[in-house]
């Protein structure tokens, strides 16, 4: 925050108030913190430092535009100072990545042997779409500062985006030093692979819903390998997983358990060494009867139709929300193809948006709002003809499912997804539609658009769905 030189001395009580800003900054309050750097400038529009930190606060707060401004005038005044790494970041948040890349290569060049200079310019790299050059900038941030978490983290996805499986999921346990991914504190030990016969082992999740949809498959490799599996599982997820394969019992989020080891969900890849050429089934959700019933009235009126299942958005809370997700607009244009019916799979706030685009109310059937869970959203994939979305919990469901799905992905997607490549070997009825460029949605939608009108013309000719080998667990 506070790394630019102040240009003069100012009063006692001046410094004070930059100290209480700076004080309420770093403890998250940034509201007041914005109050108060913008009373210092209105008396010093001149300190530097005062602008910087402003900017931090406005980007932590979302005000990216504004911070991007704050940035400049930082560095207006006092060209030297760290704003260009910070405004580097600010540009690479709003998708103005050819400047960000710019900003970076600056401050690169000007703290060549800093390790946070370093790792920031890998993520712009790695956002610009070329991970090898990003991968390059990690392992110089590791060198220069080998403890340090978020270019070991930022490693360890792009090796999994590449493929590097084994390095990878190594890599991969450095979450746990991340204020995100806080570990679990047992007395037990953690479970690290080896036979447990005779004893019990407790898996939890740590991450969000598509990535315990994701490893559930590997849930029957564990038991493989010892004794009782007992599960922790979100009441969002429990009818789903009330009949996974490997599992002996679901317990509740903080429901006490008497456990000889355990072992956070995403750390099973690793464990058992997976990669696509080695994956085990797709896993064994449960789609009650009661749920299949309740939707097949709302869905029923449209059975000539070719129905399409959407999500426009995933978790807003999601950090990279913001480049994953496509306005709804996008996928309203699907509605133009002849024959097709849209259905709203869409939770959370910006199911809303269904109220805010004109019209959109009367093209879409929002089914959003009757979902309780992730087995009622099941229910209704089950009775679809497609899924179309962008990246998010409900296409792990579907590629689990062996649904077809649709899954519309930004230049640098979840590394579950690689590169370049239209499939992915871990879900077999997933179609990727890529970005070719930072933030590109109209030639994304635009193969959408051709795509779906031949998938239409395929059910009319009786060959839809695509049949690929069902890889589900029996």
């Known amino acids: 925050m506070n790394d630019c030189r102040a240009i003069d001395r100012r009063s006692a009580e001046f410094h004070q108030m930059f100290e209480q800003a700076l004080d309420d900054q770093r403890a998250g309050r940034l509201a007041e913190a914005i109050t108060l750097y913008t009373r210092l400038l209105a008396e010093a529009p001149g300190y530097a430092p005062a602008w910087n930190n402003l900017g931090s606060a406005l980007r932590a707060n979302g005000a990216l535009d504004a911070a991007i401004v704050c940035y400049k005038r930082a560095l207006d005044i006092d060209p030297g100072c760290s704003a260009t790494g910070n405004l580097g970041n600010a540009l690479k948040d709003v998708g103005r990545i050819d400047d960000a890349l710019a900003a970076h290569r600056l401050a690169v060049a000007s703290a060549p042997d800093d390790a946070a200079t370093r790792h920031n310019h890998?993520?712009?790299?790695?956002?610009?779409?070329?991970?090898?050059?990003?991968?390059?900038?990690?392992?110089?941030?590791?060198?220069?500062?080998?403890?340090?978490?978020?270019?070991?983290?930022?490693?360890a996805l792009v090796l999994l985006q590449q493929g590097r499986f084994a390095e990878g999921w190594a890599a991969y346990e450095c979450r746990f030093r991340l204020k995100a991914y806080p570990p679990r504190r047992y007395p037990r030990p953690r479970w690290t692979g080896e036979s447990f016969a005779g004893r019990t082992l407790l898996v939890y999740p740590e991450q969000g819903f598509g990535d315990c949809i994701f490893a559930s498959r590997f849930l029957p490799l564990v038991k493989q390998r010892g004794g009782t599996v007992i599960v922790e599982c979100p009441p969002e997820l429990r009818r789903l997983f009330s009949r996974l394969g490997g599992v002996d019992r679901l317990v509740a989020p903080g429901e006490a358990v008497a456990a000889d080891l355990h072992s956070p969900m995403m750390s099973l890849p690793g464990i058992v060494d997976a990669s696509p050429d080695n994956s085990p089934p797709l896993p064994s959700l449960h789609v009650p009867a009661e749920a299949r019933e309740r939707f097949r009235t709302p869905i029923a009126p449209y059975r000539d139709r070719f129905k399409v299942g959407?999500?426009?958005?995933?978790?807003?809370?999601?950090?990279?929300?913001?480049?994953?997700?496509?306005?709804?607009?996008?996928?309203?244009?699907?509605?133009?193809?002849?024959g097709v019916q849209l259905f709203s799979l869409q939770k959370g706030a910006r199911r809303a948006d269904i109220g805010d685009v004109g019209g959109a109310g009367a093209l879409i059937v929002d089914l959003g709002g009757i979902v309780g869970d992730f087995a009622d959203t099941a229910a209704i994939v089950e009775q679809l003809d497609l899924v179309v979305m962008t990246d998010s919990a409900v296409a792990h469901l579907a590629g689990s499912l062996a649904k077809p799905i649709w899954n519309v992905l930004n230049l640098v997607p979840y590394w579950l997804y690689q590169m370049e490549r239209a499939d992915t070997p871990w879900y077999p009825t997933m179609r990727l539609f890529r970005q070719r460029r930072l933030g590109d949605w109209d030639g994304v939608f635009a193969e959408v658009e051709s795509a779906l009108a031949a998938a239409v013309a395929a059910k009319r000719a009786g060959r839809w769905p695509p049949s690929p080998t069902d890889r589900r667990e029996s």
């Open 122 to 155: 890998g993520i712009a790299l790695r956002q610009a779409g070329d991970p090898e050059a990003a991968l390059a900038e990690f392992e110089t941030a590791l060198r220069l500062a080998p403890d340090a978490s978020g270019p070991s983290w930022d490693r």
């Open 310 to 338: 959407i999500v426009w958005s995933g978790s807003a809370t999601f950090k990279g929300n913001r480049n994953r997700s496509a306005p709804l607009s996008r996928f309203l244009r699907l509605a133009e193809t002849s």
